[in-house]
């Protein structure tokens, strides 16, 4: 299996969904070599990790800490001091990668390939030529996604297109996502199998509340967790604050996360005159962001267009409700949670005010949406990857 | 000798429009919805008329004129009567014309279809007031037979239909209540001197309202001979067969294409063909048999879902809290005496709304979904509770902001 990013290194849901996937295919009694492009202090009992920097597989690594969303050019611009721009750097790694998988391959004794995302499609397709064994590509989000269909680059999306190309199977996270894949990359739908993403309950315990003054002044706290940037909605999470402020100004919006949009996000703020209500509190992980889901009344998924979306679910499992957008994968997997066209922020604010005032509907969302969430499981998933996996070896 | 007892239950609510919370204090229209979407309530009223009551109106017509033995009766509720008024008088004149036959009988209920009466007797008794009102002025005639909102029945209502000289009242005939006797027979509600209690065959019922055009089913297609057989197969094992179901059931839950217009067209015939077979409405149900047991429902009995109670509209904190949010209002409503807003709050009293709010999606989800006009129960409840609130602020009553809330985990130890 090759993959980018694996916890704890990893910058989103890519990562994580790796890790919960692994883990249900490994319980299942697959045996899973996992790749991945440099050295890093990452491992799981359930998987051999494999690293394509190593010196005994090639004797050149790759070398930087890339990460795996760049998509607009202002990142460079926004965070001084890193150096690579998108379009050299992390594409050329990419096709390193991609290169020394292929040695990596003939090292290796496995039955299939599985490649997340376009970053590792390079080196999927390379040990399927090198090996000759079946590709299933995984599809966790699409340039189409990150760009919002502007400024699509077309060498990421040659790679995308290229990887779906030489699959013998392509898996989407999502039916949002397969539609995607069938209309802008042109691949037959039944050569695409929708496994939607899960989650883990019992990863989850309770932690001590951080907000608990602000609890008790009567305040409330509404939640965006994720990379601030084009695909995730920020602008919209801002403006829907700003018409909720209007009517409840006890209300506090705090945004987790970093991204290329983090400055543009905050002067929007500061221009609308809620800059002291929209709290950024940049990246977290792990125990801090559970405790601030937690302490949290409300988890907004405002994405533009989001293939899956991992952090509702995590919400939900810390028995936070939430609103997600009808543009993302993770609606076709929830019923017990508020819905909203993105765009739409005078009903998104609607909402948001209407389920902080009304305490039944709170607690009705919350129990009902942690009921359901128990059910969205990574074991689900595995069993539909490995009925894939087994299909296509039957007709090698 | 069974008799088929039919009665169709006509209905639609007035639906509250996506109704936000910025339009609290501003926008005193909670009904008025203009979209194409199925909360613009003219445009299901003309949709259904042309869909169901029209065709259907003709085709019974044609069938009462035919065989002079054929009856029916109707439940229509006021909400229904006062939007074919404004949206489809054409179709209002067709239900008159069949009242106008003689063999129709038109049922007693609630005006605004609700279920005041576990609510509010005082208000229960004025909407079947408004209703009676309502049935002799648009028909000229009186009901003389009751039916409560959603057939919901326990035997306080049968001792209130008794007290109110209601020759008889309609329940499910539901096994529980039941155990071995047959819902086809005429019974008498627990403690009543003179009112019947008249039962659903909802097996037979069911088999056309909801079984009709199910292809997976053993028995179908169902057809008007086949039907007819069941029905003569009571001969001698009980004296009416009451077919109870939503008259949408001819058109609109079942299209046409399914044949259900046919099914009914040959219905009368085939039941007739046997001598021993006849037609009746619930009133003559009431008068022509004896008693044959009193029958004790001291929980409510309704005819929803697979649980036949209250849950389908009660079984949630969303529903509970949005109903109690309405009867919470009755006394100011009655303080204001503004005509406007008896007439919006009696509106938002309309069973339906807590409906849409159902949340048990699994075991009798599909039937939920298919009568949704909302995308979920939660837009349901938000539209619902802020056309409220407006309401709560028009009379004055104060409007609670939230409260400080103690945190809590839904997570174990």
């Known amino acids: 299996m090759f993959g980018w990013e694996f916890p704890p290194h990893n910058s989103g849901g890519l990562g994580t969904a790796c890790f919960g996937l692994t883990r249900a295919l490994a319980r299942d009694g697959a045996t899973i070599t996992f790749v991945l492009p440099k050295k890093v202090k990452a491992g ?38 890193l150096p690579f721009v998108y379009g050299l750097n992390l594409i050329e790694e990419v096709r390193r990668y991609g290169a020394l998988a292929g040695e990596i391959a003939a090292l290796e004794s496995f039955d299939i390939i599985h490649a997340h995302d376009w970053l590792s499609f390079p080196a999927g397709i390379a040990a399927k030529r090198v090996s000759g064994k079946p590709l299933v590509v995984h599809v966790h989000a699409t340039e189409f996604d990150r760009t919002g269909g502007n400024g699509v680059n077309e060498e990421v999306y040659g790679i995308e297109h290229a990887g779906m190309s030489a699959a013998d199977a392509v898996v989407a996270v999502s039916q949002w996502t397969k539609n995607m894949i069938v209309r802008h990359y042109g691949i037959a739908p039944q050569k695409v199998t929708v496994i939607h ?35 995730k909605g920020p602008d919209y999470f801002v403006r829907a604050a700003k018409r909720v402020l209007e009517l409840e100004p006890k ?67 810390n028995g936070t409700p939430v609103i997600i957008s009808y543009q993302s994968g993770v609606a076709e997997v929830l019923r017990h949670a508020l819905k909203v066209d993105f765009w739409d922020t005078e009903e ?38 490995l009925g894939l996996y087994h299909s296509l070896l039957a007709s090698v | 000798m069974p008799a088929v007892c039919f009665y169709f239950q006509v209905h639609q609510p007035y639906r509250v429009k996506r109704y936000r919370v910025f339009d609290v204090g501003h926008d005193h229209e909670y009904f008025n919805d203009e979209s194409d979407t199925d909360l613009n309530n003219g445009r299901i009223i003309r949709k259904v008329a042309s869909k169901c009551y029209q065709p259907a109106n003709a085709l019974l017509l044609e069938l009462l004129e035919r065989h002079p033995e054929f009856k029916v009766s109707f439940s229509l509720s006021g909400v229904l009567l006062e939007q074919l008024k404004q949206y489809s008088p054409e179709t209002l004149d067709s239900f008159r014309r069949l009242v106008d036959t003689g063999q129709v009988a038109i049922l007693g209920e609630t005006y605004h279809h609700s279920l005041a009466f576990f609510y509010s007797l005082p208000e229960f008794e004025q909407q079947v007031a408004l209703h009676r009102a309502a049935v002799k002025k648009i028909f000229g005639v009186t009901p003389r037979v009751f039916r409560n909102t959603e057939l919901a029945y326990n035997n306080n209502l049968g001792l209130w239909a008794d007290k109110h000289g209601y020759e008889a009242v309609l329940a499910e005939g539901w096994d529980r209540i039941l155990g071995w006797r047959s819902p086809n027979f005429v019974y008498r509600p627990k403690g009543a001197k003179r009112a019947r209690l008249l039962l659903k065959n909802y097996k037979l019922s069911d088999d056309v309202a909801f079984r009709f055009s199910e292809k997976s089913w053993s028995e179908w297609p169902l057809t008007a001979p086949k039907f007819s057989h069941w029905v003569s197969a009571v001969n ?23 044949g259900i217009f046919n099914f009914l067209r040959h219905l009368p015939q085939e039941v007739l063909k046997n001598p021993d077979n006849s037609f009746i409405t619930v009133e003559e149900a009431a008068r022509n048999y004896p008693i044959r047991d009193e029958v004790n429902v001291p929980e409510v009995v309704t005819w929803a879902d697979t649980e036949r ?48 709010m159902c949340t048990k999606w699994f075991a009798d989800g599909d039937v939920h979904a298919y009568f949704n006009p909302y995308r979920s129960p939660y837009e349901a409840f938000i539209a619902f509770i802020n056309a409220t609130t407006d309401l709560r602020l028009r009379l004055g009553v104060d409007n609670p902001t939230f409260l400080a809330s103690q945190p809590t985990s839904i997570l174990v130890e």
């Open chain 1, 44 to 81: 799981a009992d359930w998987l051999r990790m494999c690293f394509a920097d190593l010196p005994e597989v090639i004797g050149r690594g790759i070398a930087a800490n890339l990460y795996p969303y760049i998509t607009s050019e202002s990142y460079a611009r926004e965070r001084k001091g």
């Open chain 1, 197 to 231: 993403n899960g989650i883990e309950a019992s990863d989850y315990r309770p932690l001590p509340n951080r907000l608990v003054a602000l609890k008790q002044a009567g305040e409330k706290i509404v939640l965006f967790v994720g990379r601030i940037t084009l695909q």
């Open chain 1, 251 to 317: 209300v506090y919006f705090i945004i987790a996360g970093s991204g290329d949009m983090e400055g543009q996000t905050l002067r929007e703020a500061a221009a609308l005159g809620i800059a002291d209500r929209v709290i950024f509190t940049g990246f977290l992980r792990g125990p801090e962001l559970d405790a601030l889901y937690q302490s949290a009344d409300l988890y907004v998924l405002p994405s533009v267009s989001e293939p899956f979306g991992i952090t509702p679910l995590e919400s939900l499992v």
């Open chain 1, 348 to 385: 998104l604010a609607n909402q948001i005010i209407t389920v902080l005032r009304h305490p039944p509907l709170h607690r009705t969302l919350k129990q009902y949406g942690h009921e359901e969430v128990q059910k969205v499981t990574w074991t689900a998933a595995a069993q539909k990857c």
């Open chain 2, 236 to 258: 001698g094992t009980g004296d009416i067969v009451n077919l109870f179901m939503d008259y949408e059931t001819f058109g609109e839950h079942q299209w046409e294409d399914t």
């Open chain 2, 309 to 356: 109670d209250l849950s389908a509209w009660t079984g949630n904190d969303l529903q509970t809290s949005a109903l109690r949010a309405v009867y919470d209002l009755e006394s100011p409503v009655a303080a204001a005496n503004d005509s406007g807003l008896l007439t919006a709050w009696r509106r938002l009293t309309t069973s339906d709304h807590f409906y849409y």
